[in-house]
């Protein structure tokens, strides 16, 4: 098991509305998380500007298209591209969707893998290939998802039987967990306690919409709401504290309104723990 140190860390995912603010004026941030697909490739101008941004700033990469889950062949020329920019730009930590988002083509989508014994295997392999190539952990983020593919396992075994299967880590996105308990039915809490916390590497936190009191939408577009926060705080009171990114990809407010809900995070994260 590859391990690092644990801290009480708070994070932005970087957006290009506001990352000329952000290299201007240095906001306080314990760290950026970045997807490397945004920054593949993309010349002298992008290369400069993460160079300035990791002088001042851990930086986390979330990745969007290795699509564990598919049909499909790995890409691993992609992923020894993602290899290189990690080590270019000194990023310990790269996490990606246990989900799949290609099959013959590329669907625009994240998609659940259907919750089987069998897919859970062929994951776990293709998340061993992955990490070969890495020379570094894979961490795999659970995902909000409306209409199960499969149910042979429930959500917990299956996203338990990769992570075992393949040693590899967590990210736990908090508000994924309760949107699917409320749109499938189960208890948040006990979810949140079935996780293995010797395999949390970074958590996820942000806001939803709600289309039907049983209806959530993962929309990342609205501030956390105070149930989600409750949630994470009973995260860390179960499992130790974890670095927590901040994610908000619509509706995205001033610079300096995004940084009032990180300090609404922050407040929770440093709360005391209990004896």
């Excluded at 000194?90 to 099959?103: G, K, P, Q």
């Excluded at 998802?145 to 396992?153: F, I, N, V």
């Excluded at 908090?174 to 949107?179: A, E, I, S």
């Excluded at 709401?225 to 990114?245: K, N």
């Amino acid at each position: 098991m590859w391990r690092r140190e644990v801290r009480r860390i708070v994070g932005l995912g970087l957006r290009r509305e506001f990352l000329a603010d952000v290299l201007q004026q240095n906001p306080v941030v314990d760290f950026w998380e970045i997807a490397p697909e945004n920054w593949l490739e993309r010349g002298y101008e992008a290369t400069y500007q993460l160079d300035r941004l990791r002088e001042h700033y851990p930086l986390f990469c979330h990745g969007l298209s290795l699509s564990i889950g598919s049909p499909d062949p790995l890409d691993e020329s992609f992923i020894l591209k993602i290899k290189a920019f990690l080590e270019r730009f000194n990023i310990d930590r790269y996490s990606e969707h246990l989900s799949y988002c290609s099959a013959g083509g590329h669907l625009y989508d994240l998609l659940p893998i259907p919750f089987s014994e069998e897919a859970a295997d062929y994951v776990a392999q293709r998340v061993k290939r992955v990490q070969e190539l890495l020379e570094r952990p894979l961490i795999l983020e659970n995902v909000s998802y409306y209409a199960p593919a499969a149910t042979e396992l429930n959500e917990l075994e299956f996203i338990n039987r990769v992570l075992e299967q393949a040693n590899c880590e967590l990210l736990l996105d908090v508000n994924n967990v309760f949107v699917n308990s409320v749109n499938h039915q189960y208890d948040p809490i006990q979810f949140i306690k079935g996780l293995p916390t010797e395999r949390i590497s970074y958590g996820h936190i942000a806001g939803h919409f709600e289309e039907e009191p049983d209806l959530l939408i993962d929309t990342h577009g609205a501030p956390v709401r105070p149930e989600v926060l409750e949630l994470l705080a009973l995260s860390y009171e179960h499992h130790g504290p974890f670095p927590v990114l901040l994610e908000r990809d619509f509706n995205i407010p001033p610079l300096a309104e995004l940084l009032k809900e990180m300090q609404a995070v922050k407040n929770v994260t440093q709360q005391p723990e209990v004896a």
